[in-house]
């Protein structure tokens, strides 16, 4: 079974930054590569970034690209999305997610979810 959980979701002011922070279960970290997605009220769900099991590519939305940086730590079990110069269009539940395979592939196909984090940036 796979299990996510994020952490670090908040309010924050437009040009602000934010970390969110995500675990899991150790076989996640020692195999799947991991990304972020993102879901605002009324939209659809969107991926935002990912990185390879082992942190050789990233791929990220164009929509944070440039603003966005996704990073992870195998041995600690921890996957961070460092979020700066935030935008009030950057309002939207974050959710860790994982993909059965060591690369992201250019792919948003991903194959679990964890509950999300909020993250609200006021204007």
């Known amino acids: 079974q796979v299990v996510l959980v994020e952490s670090g979701g908040g309010l924050v002011q437009a040009g602000g930054s934010l970390t969110l922070s995500c675990t899991g279960n150790?076989?996640?970290?020692?195999?799947?590569?991991m990304g972020w997605f993102r879901q605002a009220p009324g939209k659809e769900r969107e991926g935002v970034a990912c990185?390879?099991?082992?942190?050789?590519?990233?791929y990220y939305s164009d929509s944070v690209k440039g603003r966005f940086t996704v990073s992870r730590d195998n041995r600690k079990r921890n996957l961070v999305l460092q979020m700066d110069s935030l935008k009030a269009e950057d309002t939207a539940m974050y959710h860790c997610?994982?993909?059965?395979?060591?690369?992201?592939?250019?792919?948003?196909?991903?194959?679990?979810w964890g509950l999300g984090t909020q993250v609200t940036v006021s204007s």
């Open positions: 150790e076989r996640i970290f020692d195999n799947y590569a």
């Open positions: 997610a994982a993909r059965e395979s060591p690369s992201c592939s250019g792919s948003w196909n991903f194959d679990a």
């Open positions: 990185i390879d099991w082992s942190s050789y590519r990233t």
